[in-house]
């Protein structure tokens, strides 16, 4: 019996699962390897080349186990981005390096990713694995937190990431423990206290999202619900009350949490000059042309982009191809988030919380592997002739 029959459909899909988390645990680790410096290099490099060998052993185990008739569509979207990353290459030599870094995130990362969730059938398995490994990526919040000697500053990237976590740990609060909770809380503050604005809004709008949606029927109401609307209830009126002295404490201590800072001088919704950056891409779309594929140009090369996934999208293919792609992907999401039950309602919700959101408000979707774990999720529901799925 070779390995390919010895392998069950659990099995695959616990190890495209693996190739998943493994690659959000790549890029978690490096936000934080970059931020701190609690860790020798030494040790460092050992950690990343041990989660690099457990992509790649998640990677060739999943190869083993992929239906040849899904393995056309992976192929396919891999030779299309190859080939805009090859165009931008040539075309823009000026800015090759940006070229360089968004092709190995995306080719040999964020595609991996894309593949793993779309072969996936038991979303059980995967959300398990999910939030086994999530904790993890809560460690590594507490290195950037704790790392940190000097005054606390905006780390924008890892925030987000910490939104997966979060989210995930979010959709455990009903049925689990206090623990979960005092969890939940703990990841809030991270955020809070060392990231962005857009963050903290994301999380806000997955927790309403989330309550909206879920189940779709009258929730009953538990005892960590009770517990926690008690425990905020009380928590809130300390903190009215002893504001002041917080305030002077911290100031004391030397922090400067910025969001913090912007909430009392009133700067919370300032823009930063986004607006000004995602006005300046609408004036200069339509002067492209209504239909192209290129990835990476001078006006969105990494240092400078739109700061908006659907801006982004209709800059890279156009503002007609564009327009239709996001059109197509919110009506097969309006319909799952309709329809789907249990751990892939879930898993959609925190992939589209710590995927999608974030985009709105920063980063790009060609470096964040999350965005294209939703998307994999979606296009596992895109029909055709016959009504079987791509």
Known sequence: MDLKTKINKNNSDLWLSRLFISVILIKASNLTFNNTDLLPEMLERIFIGLLFLFFLTSFFLSIIVYNRKNQGLILAVACIFTLMYFWSYIKYPQIRSSVEKRFLWTVFLNIPVFASIYNIYDFHILYNTVYKYSFLISVFGTMIFIGDTTILSSNTSFSAMMLFPLCIHLTKIENKKIFQIVLCAYEFFIIFSHGSRGSLLVVFIFAILYNLFQKRN?????????????????????????????????????????????????????????????????????????????????????????????????????????????????????KRILLCRDSEFKIMMVLFGAGFLPLLFSFTYTEWPLFWALTGYLCKFIKVKGGYTV
Not at 295 to 316: A, C, K
């Open 218 to 334: 009258k929730q009953k109401i538990t005892k960590a619900k009770i517990f926690a609307f008690h425990a905020g209830f009380l928590g809130s009126v300390l903190i009215l009350l002893n504001f002041e002295n917080i305030l002077k404490y911290i100031e004391n201590k030397e922090f400067s949490i910025r969001n913090l800072k912007f909430l009392i001088e009133g700067n919370f919704l300032d823009t930063n000059g986004r607006f000004s950056i995602q006005a300046d891409y609408l004036q200069k779309m339509f002067l492209n042309s209504p239909v192209r594929f290129i990835l990476v140009d001078l006006q969105n090369n990494g240092t400078f982009y739109p700061h908006n996934i659907f801006l982004e999208v209709m800059w890279d293919y156009g503002y007609l191809l564009g327009s239709l792609l996001i059109i197509f992907f919110v009506i097969i999401f309006i």
